[in-house]
C-alpha cells in the first residue's frame, strides 16, 4: 500500500539528509502562499494535488457597511471575508516570512479594538499568536511599529472548512487596543504570527479593504502580493469580545474520492463515482431506510478509491440526541484499487439496539483513505461523507416492508459468492460476458454460489426472489 509525506516532511527529511540527523530542523514551510506550496507539492506527490475550492465556507461577515478611503469600512467590524479559501500567506512565527494588510480608521475617531478574528490554514489549532501594528508609509507597512501584542492565548479556534490539505480554523483572539484617525483618517497594518509548525492566513480575491496583503521575506522590503496581486487578508476587528461560530462537522481537505453505492435495508443508492465531482458531504437524506429494533441488517458499500485503499464506517443516531457517539459507529471494512464502478464492496452486519428511538434518525458514511475513520466530524485528506435517514420502527413493523435489500460478497471472488437478502430467493443465475448462461441455481442453500468451476472473468449474476423482483450484479472471478 502508498502512502504519501506532506511536501513538507519530504523537504526536511531532505535537509535532515544533507546536514546530518543530528541537526535540529524546524517544521517551518519555505514557501510564501500556499498556492507555491501547491504547485511544488503537485510535482512531489504520489497523490492528485490539484486544488477544488470548498463551496460555502464560514465567512465572518458584518452589516452596516459604509464606505471610506476607497475601501468598504465597517467601522468596528470592518475586514474581509473568505471566498472560497483561495489562497494562503505564511505567517508562521520564525519562518522568515510577514505578511501584513491594512485597516482605516476615519478622521476624527478612536477605534478600539477588543477581538480580532482571523482565518489560517493549518493542520492542528496554533499554541499563541503575535501582533505588530505598523504605521502606513504610502500604500505598504512602514517601519514604525505603533503597537504590538504577544503570546495571546486565542480564546476559540473554530474549524470552517478545510482545503490545500489543511484545515481552516477561525482564530478569536481577545485584545485591548486603541488606533486614532487623526484629522484626515489613517490607514494602519496589521501583522500576525502564530507559533504553529506551519500557518498560512487566507487570503481572498474578493476583499475591497484598502490595499492587498503585503509580504516582506527575510526582513526585506514590504512587496505588493505577488501570488497574482489580488489578495486580501481574511480578517475582522471587533469592538467587543464576539462569539466564536460553530463548527463544521466533517470535510475533506484535498481530494473528494466518492462513494459510489451504498446498500442496507430499504436503501440501495448509486452515486458519481468521478474524483472531485461531488461535494465532500453529500446530504441524502431525503432516501430513506426502514430497520426495526432489535434485527439485523447486512450492510454492503462501494466506492472509487483513486488507486489506494479505503476504510468505510457507518454512525446511526440511534437515541435521537443529534450527536453521533462511540456506540453508534460500526467499522464495515475496506476496499483497494477500485473504480467505484466495479462492484467490489465491503460488507458487514448493524443490528439495531432493541432500545432504539422510534421514528426517524440520520445515518452518516464516511469513506476514508489508509485508515478506518472514527470521529463523524473530523477534517479528512481523501474520501467522501453522505447522510441518509433511517426510520426506527418497533419488529412487528418490518413485516409490512416489501422492497427487497440484498449483499453479496466478496468481489472479485475466487471461488464461493454469498448472497444475502431480505426475501427468499428463487434462483441465481450466471451470464458470461458473451450473454452465455453459465450456472443455475435453485433453492440456495445458505446463500452461496459456487464459482470454482468457471474461468477467471467477470459474470453477471440475475436473482430471482419469490415475490418475482430481480436484481442483477457483476463478479470479478479470479
Known amino acids: 500500500m502508498r502512502k504519501k509525506l506532506p511536501f513538507y516532511q519530504l523537504w526536511l527529511f531532505s535537509l535532515a539528509l544533507v546536514f546530518g540527523t543530528s541537526t535540529a530542523v524546524t517544521a517551518q514551510s519555505p514557501f510564501k502562499t500556499l498556492t507555491q506550496l501547491r504547485a511544488e507539492q503537485a510535482l512531489q506527490s504520489s497523490r492528485s494535488m490539484t486544488q477544488q475550492p470548498k463551496s460555502n465556507p464560514i465567512s465572518i461577515n458584518e452589516s452596516n457597511v459604509i464606505t471610506a478611503h476607497n475601501a468598504t469600512v465597517q467601522g468596528c467590524d470592518q475586514g ?23 485597516f482605516y480608521v476615519e478622521a476624527n475617531e478612536s477605534l478600539n479594538v477588543r477581538s480580532i478574528v482571523f482565518n489560517i490554514f493549518a493542520n492542528y489549532p496554533v499554541s ?17 511599529v505603533v503597537a504590538s501584542e504577544t503570546d495571546l492565548i486565542p480564546y476559540a479556534q473554530v474549524p470552517i472548512g478545510a482545503s490545500f490539505g489543511y484545515t481552516v480554523y477561525a482564530i478569536y483572539v481577545e485584545v485591548d487596543l486603541n488606533f486614532d484617525g487623526g484629522a484626515t483618517g489613517t490607514s494602519y497594518w496589521m501583522q500576525p504570527e502564530v507559533a504553529s509548525p506551519m500557518a498560512f492566513w487566507e487570503g481572498t480575491s474578493a476583499g475591497t479593504l484598502g490595499e492587498v496583503i503585503h509580504m516582506s521575506e527575510f526582513s526585506g522590503p514590504w512587496l505588493p502580493d505577488d501570488d497574482g496581486g489580488i489578495h486580501h487578508g481574511v480578517f475582522k476587528l471587533h469592538c467587543d469580545v464576539v462569539v ?12 473528494v474520492e466518492p462513494i459510489t453505492r451504498v446498500v442496507l435495508a430499504d436503501i440501495d443508492n448509486t452515486s458519481s463515482s468521478t474524483i472531485d465531482g461531488s461535494p465532500a458531504l453529500e446530504d441524502f437524506t431525503n432516501i430513506e431506510g426502514v430497520m426495526a429494533q432489535g434485527i439485523s441488517y447486512d450492510i454492503a458499500l462501494e466506492g472509487n ?36 464502478t466495479d462492484g467490489l464492496q465491503t460488507t458487514g452486519t448493524i443490528t439495531v439496539p432493541t432500545d432504539a428511538v422510534l421514528g426517524e434518525t440520520t445515518m452518516r458514511v464516511i469513506k476514508n483513505w489508509d485508515t478506518s475513520p472514527t470521529d463523524p466530524c473530523d477534517v479528512y485528506l481523501y474520501g467522501q461523507g453522505e447522510d441518509y435517514t433511517i426510520i426506527v420502527e418497533d419488529e412487528l413493523g418490518v413485516e409490512s416492508q416489501t422492497a427487497t435489500t440484498f449483499s453479496y460478497y466478496p468481489n472479485p471472488s475466487s471461488g464461493i459468492v454469498k448472497i444475502t437478502a431480505n426475501k427468499e430467493i428463487n434462483s441465481v443465475s450466471v451470464v458470461n460476458i458473451l450473454g452465455q448462461q453459465v450456472s443455475v441455481k435453485e433453492n ?26 430481480i436484481e442483477n450484479f457483476k463478479i470479478l472471478k479470479e
Open 80 to 102: 474581509d471575508d473568505s471566498n472560497g479559501f483561495e489562497n494562503g500567506f505564511n505567517i508562521t512565527a520564525e519562518s522568515g516570512y510577514r505578511s501584513a494588510d491594512d
Open 128 to 144: 499563541s499568536v503575535d501582533f505588530n501594528f505598523y504605521e502606513d508609509d504610502g500604500g505598504k507597512p512602514g517601519a514604525t
Open 244 to 255: 466564536a461560530v460553530d463548527p463544521i462537522c466533517f470535510d475533506i481537505s484535498d481530494t
Open 305 to 340: 478509491t483513486n488507486g489506494f485503499v479505503s476504510y468505510f464506517t457507518v454512525w446511526i443516531d440511534w437515541n435521537q440526541n443529534d450527536e453521533f457517539e462511540a456506540e453508534e459507529m460500526y467499522e464495515i471494512g475496506y476496499i483497494e484499487y477500485s473504480t467505484g
Open 444 to 469: 440456495l442453500e445458505n446463500g452461496l454460489v459456487d464459482l470454482s468451476n468457471l474461468e477467471a472473468g467477470t459474470y453477471i449474476f440475475q436473482v430471482a426472489f419469490e415475490d418475482g423482483s
